[in-house]
C-alpha cells in the first residue's frame, strides 16, 4: 500500500451483501422490458438469488477490445488473471496474433441478447467498455454514433446491473468545455463540453453514477487523457499530433502540425493508461470516494515535445498549419487535469513524464520501422 492512501477495512456488509441489494433493487429498474424472456428471467431469479462470493474469480469481459487500447489491456488483466480469464470482443476481426494470445469472440454492443449470453456463459464478473466508432467516422455519421456509443452504454449499464458486473466505462478530456475550469480541471466542476463526443461521454458519466447511487451498480469511470503509444496508427483525434510526429521524425523528419505550438494537453504514455484502469478496477468500493475520476501523467505543447524529440534526433523540423475545427476543441479542453482524488482514494502514480514518453516511443518506433525494413533517420 502505498503511504497517503485511504485504507479501509470492507465489511461483510459491503462484499457480501452489496450484490443481493443490487439484485434486488434492480428489479425495480424499469429500463429493460423482458418480456419476450420472461421464462428465462424467472429461472434466473428463482435459482440463483445468492450473491457471489467476493472471492469469485475475475472473469472479465472487453468489448470494443481491437482498437487502440482494448488489446494491451487484456495483455496485462491476463498476467494477473490467467489467459482464460480475459475475454475480448470487437465487430471486426482479429489479427493473428490477437487470435493466438486468448480467448477473443464476435460482439456487436447492439445486441443486447447476444452480449447477456456471453456474460452469462461465460460468468463475467468485469466488463470494460471500450466499443466506440473511430473518431473521424464518429463526427462525421452522427446517427450511427449515437447509436453504438450511446445505446451500446445503455446496453452494458443494463447488462451490468442485471448480472452485478463491476462496469468500467472511459470517459475523456473531452468531458469538459469553454466554461470548465481548465487549469487545472478538478474532477468535480462546470461539464459542458461543445463535441457530440464529450456530450456523450458526459451522459455516460452522469448514467453509470446514477445507477450507482440508485441501484448499487458498481460503476468505475477515468477520465483518460490523450493516449499514447507506438502501435497503433493515429486516427484523427484531437490529440493525435502526439503520435503522428514521432512517426514523422523517424520517417521524413519533418511534421506539420495541426495546432498551435502553444497548445498544451494533458498526455499520458499507453502502459500508465492500462496500469491505471486496472488498478482502479482493483480497488475496494469502499475506497472510492468518486466514480469517475481525471487521472493525469503530464501535459505539454507541440513545441515542447518537438524540443524533446530533437534531444534525440536534432534535424526535427515543425511547421505549424492550424486546423480551425481541432484548435477549437483543444482550446476548450482542459490544459491540466487535477487528479489528487485518484492518487489519494486508490493511489494513483504514473510511471511516464515527458522524458521518458519520448525515449520509448522513439525507440520502439526505430524497433518496428527496424524490423519492417523501413529507413529510420
Ligand atoms: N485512445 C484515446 O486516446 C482515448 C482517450 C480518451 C478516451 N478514450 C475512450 O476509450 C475507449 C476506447 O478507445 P480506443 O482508442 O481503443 O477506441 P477505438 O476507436 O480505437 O476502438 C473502438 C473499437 O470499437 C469497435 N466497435 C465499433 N462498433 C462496435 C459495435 N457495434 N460493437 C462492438 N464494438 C464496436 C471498433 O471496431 C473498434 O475496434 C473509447 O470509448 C474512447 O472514447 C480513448
Ligand atoms: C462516439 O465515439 C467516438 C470515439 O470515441 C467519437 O469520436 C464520436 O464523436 C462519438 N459520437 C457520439 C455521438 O457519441
Redesign the pocket.
Known amino acids: 500500500m502505498k503511504p497517503g492512501v485511504r485504507v479501509c477495512v470492507p465489511s461483510a456488509a459491503v462484499l457480501g451483501l452489496f450484490c443481493r441489494g443490487c439484485l434486488s433493487r434492480w428489479r425495480s429498474w424499469p429500463g429493460r422490458s423482458f418480456s419476450s424472456t420472461s421464462r428465462e428471467m424467472s429461472r434466473w431469479n428463482s435459482q440463483d438469488t445468492s450473491p457471489p462470493s467476493p472471492q469469485e474469480n475475475v472473469r472479465v469481459l472487453i468489448t470494443g477490445g481491437l482498437g487502440q487500447l482494448g488489446v494491451g489491456l487484456a495483455q496485462m488483466l491476463r498476467k494477473q488473471y490467467g489467459r482464460d480469464n480475459v475475454i475480448l470482443s470487437d465487430i471486426k476481426k482479429p489479427p493473428p496474433h490477437v487470435y493466438a494470445n486468448g480467448p477473443f469472440v464476435y460482439a456487436d454492443v447492439l445486441d443486447y441478447k447476444h452480449l447477456r449470453e456471453l456474460i452469462v456463459n461465460n460468468r463475467v464478473t468485469w466488463l470494460v467498455h471500450y466499443s466506440?466508432?473511430?473518431?473521424a467516422v464518429?463526427?462525421a455519421n452522427?446517427a450511427l454514433?449515437?447509436k453504438i456509443?450511446?445505446t451500446g452504454l445503455h446496453n452494458v449499464l443494463d447488462l451490468a446491473l442485471e448480472n452485478c458486473l463491476r462496469l468500467f466505462v472511459p470517459s475523456t478530456i473531452g468531458a469538459f468545455g469553454p466554461s470548465s475550469p481548465r487549469d487545472p480541471a478538478p474532477d468535480l466542476c462546470v461539464q459542458r463540453p461543445r463535441?457530440?463526443?464529450g456530450v456523450?461521454k458526459v451522459h455516460g458519466e452522469l448514467m453509470g453514477e446514477y445507477l450507482h447511487h440508485k441501484y448499487g451498480l458498481d460503476f468505475r469511470c477515468l477520465r483518460y487523457p490523450g493516449v499514447i503509444s507506438s502501435n497503433t496508427p493515429p486516427g484523427g483525434g484531437t490529440t493525435d499530433y502526439a503520435v503522428q510526429i514521432f512517426h514523422d521524425a523517424l520517417s521524413t523528419g519533418h511534421h506539420e502540425c495541426y495546432l498551435r505550438p502553444d497548445t498544451r494537453l494533458p498526455m499520458m504514455h499507453i502502459s500508465d493508461c492500462h496500469r491505471a484502469t486496472v488498478e482502479f478496477m482493483q480497488a475496494p468500493e469502499c475506497q472510492l470516494s468518486l466514480r469517475t475520476y481525471n487521472i493525469a501523467a503530464m501535459s505539454f505543447t507541440p513545441e515542447e515535445v518537438a524540443q524533446e524529440i530533437r534531444k534525440h534526433l536534432p534535424h526535427l523540423k515543425v511547421t505549424y498549419n492550424p486546423d480551425t475545427v481541432r484548435q477549437t476543441i483543444a482550446d476548450s479542453w482542459p490544459v491540466r487535469f487535477d487528479d489528487t482524488n485518484a492518487r489519494r482514494d486508490w493511489g494513483w502514480a504514473p510511471a511516464f513524464g515527458l522524458e521518458e514518453l519520448v525515449s520509448d516511443m522513439l525507440r520502439s518506433i526505430r524497433d518496428k520501422r527496424t524490423s519492417e525494413g523501413l529507413p529510420v533517420s
Open positions: 466506440a466508432l473511430l473518431s464518429g463526427e452522427v454514433a449515437r456509443n450511446i463535441t457530440i463526443y456523450s
